[in-house]
């Protein structure tokens, strides 16, 4: 098969991923509502799309199914709130950094709870991504940044155990329906704290609300929907690192559009960040366990 079309759907994907937190500098609403309606209208496009096919899978769908998709969608909703939350607490560039971290985060989890051997490389690349991490984290520290570093690195744990749970449903359950019911859940989620929060939902101008709506149709419909699309036709570590374009991207457009420059640190933790993840997610399919079979 032809991969240029793939491939040229991805960079398309990570582009439509890229504008996600500047589409949120420009709302004026608080994080939790942002979260709630973006999930909102994820969770309608995706069950649009899905169509009657959705409809069918609905009546087969297994009860452990329905638990695993309810926990992955609390952990989706954990998120997106502390993600953007975090926006406006440190610069774009040094929240998406954090949460690309997720990648990471998943391999740890592998090795401690699935026992899973890493190699020479993979173990490389963490401690590398680690290093980073902590050069990011003491320079925003002195710059009063460290609350919305730490509010994006605990987004990108809470969206590593999103991926985790997914893993277990994901082959029994179609994209569009998956993507339709977690986000349903982290909806209605949301939709809860919204109110226990006293937050306004509904007195917001026509700007806001199509940012609402682009943020489902760019970043989560074209951007992780193409994403889960992917799998199909190439292996997971390069989907894995084809996001690490993200970073790039929102960097770009955030120098671009808000004057944010990066500092020094920011660029030396961010190019050690970005080559740790990459070491690491390009030989994620070596990691074996512990009867040295081969997971992929």
């Known amino acids: 098969m032809n991969r240029a079309p793939v491939y040229s759907l991805l960079a398309f994907s990570v582009l439509c991923m890229a504008t996600s937190s500047i589409i949120i500098r420009f709302s004026s609403a608080s994080p939790m509502v942002i979260a709630f309606y973006r999930v909102t209208f994820t969770a309608l496009l995706a069950a649009v799309l899905g ?14 199914d329905y638990l695993f998709i309810g926990g992955a969608g609390i952990f989706l909703a954990l998120h997106f709130s502390f993600w953007i939350t975090s926006l406006g607490y440190t610069s774009i560039s040094s929240s998406v950094l ?20 890493i190699n020479a490389w993979i173990g490389g690349g963490i401690f590398t991504a680690l290093i980073g991490c902590t050069l990011i984290a003491k320079g925003d520290l002195v710059n009063g940044k460290l609350l919305g570093d730490m509010l994006a690195l605990a987004s990108g744990l809470f969206v590593a155990i999103y991926f985790i749970i997914g893993r277990q449903v994901r082959s029994r359950v179609g994209t569009w329906t998956y993507t339709s019911l977690v986000s ?10 919204s109110i226990l929060m006293g937050l306004n939902l509904t007195e917001y101008p026509s700007r806001d609300w199509l940012l609402f709506f682009l943020l489902a149709l760019g970043p989560g419909i074209a951007g992780h929907g193409i994403l889960n699309w992917a799998l199909k036709y190439v292996k997971a570590p390069v989907v894995a690192i084809s996001i690490l374009g993200e970073s790039v991207g929102a960097s770009i457009m955030a120098w671009l559009i808000f004057n944010e420059y990066l500092q020094w640190y920011q660029i030396i933790g961010g190019i050690l960040i970005l080559c740790g993840i990459y070491l690491a ?14 997971v992929v």
């Open 51 to 64: 169509n009657f096919a959705m409809i069918r899978e609905l009546k087969n769908i297994q009860k452990k």
């Open 184 to 193: 349903l859940t982290a909806a209605i989620i949301l939709l809860l704290a």
């Open 98 to 117: 954090f949460t690309n971290l997720q990648v990471i985060f998943v391999l740890i989890f592998s090795i401690l709870f699935l026992h899973e051997k």
């Open 281 to 294: 997610a390009a030989n994620e399919n070596k990691i074996t366990s512990e009867n040295n079979k081969l």
